[in-house]
């Protein structure tokens, strides 16, 4: 095979796998956008709502992890160079935990559903629900220039890095909000919230580690 024609193949595996990657971020976007919806149902006691946002949550979820699956199959078939697939899978499963996060973020909301929760803190919640729909974009936006222009992607990662740093103080807020109402929520359900709430912030530091990933792979890739 010709040199001219064997980097074709690398660079059409390469785009292939960079198209795998997007569809599968557009699955985690959904999934992050499903989360918010059902946390901003529940704040207004629409629990039917919040399960049928929580049903379609786990639906792109579990679709997530079937293109995930695609592109670890896509990646063995050996076109693109060994450190190149490692970065592309890397960035899946780094992409993969924020969806997992949700997962787990709404198996919590769940529970509280039919329970009630003050309006003042369930406000903290869907404020940082809110902001990690705005990441999620930002870091979609950054993938989405992978294969246009390097420079761009890495300079839209740093949005998320500056969304993922406000989230970190409505965080704080929240469990400052926990003494607040302290008086109002029993023990078996604030230990719930705790695990909504740090659920939550790991689908916003998930998100950061996968803009750092995105940084370095807009370096190798150069």
């Avoid at 049928?52 to 693109?80: Q, V």
Wanted: aromatic share 6%.
């Amino acid at each position: 095979m010709s040199k001219r024609l064997a980097g074709w193949f690398v660079k059409r595996r390469e785009t292939i796998a960079i198209k795998m990657v997007k569809d599968h971020l557009a699955k985690t976007v959904d999934s992050i956008t499903e989360l918010n919806k059902a946390m901003k149902a529940a704040s207004k006691g629409d629990s039917e709502e919040a399960k049928s946002s929580i049903e379609r949550l786990f639906a792109c979820e579990s679709e997530a992890d079937r293109i995930r699956r695609e592109i670890a199959e896509e990646l063995t078939k050996g076109e693109l160079p060994s450190k190149d697939r490692e970065d592309l899978m890397h960035l899946v499963r780094r992409m993969d935990a924020i969806a997992d996060w949700a997962r787990d973020a709404s198996r919590s909301l769940k529970i509280l559903l039919d329970v009630k929760i003050p309006d003042g803190l369930w406000s903290k919640f869907t404020t940082i629900s809110s902001s990690l729909v705005e990441c999620v974009w930002a870091l979609r936006k950054s993938v989405g220039e992978l294969d246009k222009d390097l420079e761009k992607a890495s300079k839209l990662s740093f949005e998320v890095d500056r969304i993922e740093h406000r989230i970190d103080e409505e965080y704080f807020e929240a469990r400052r909000a926990f003494i607040d109402y302290a008086k109002e929520i029993e023990t078996p359900i604030f230990i719930i919230l705790r695990d909504l709430l740090h659920d939550l912030e790991q689908v916003a530091d998930s998100c950061e580690d996968t803009a750092d990933l995105i940084r370095i792979m807009t370096i190798r890739m150069r």
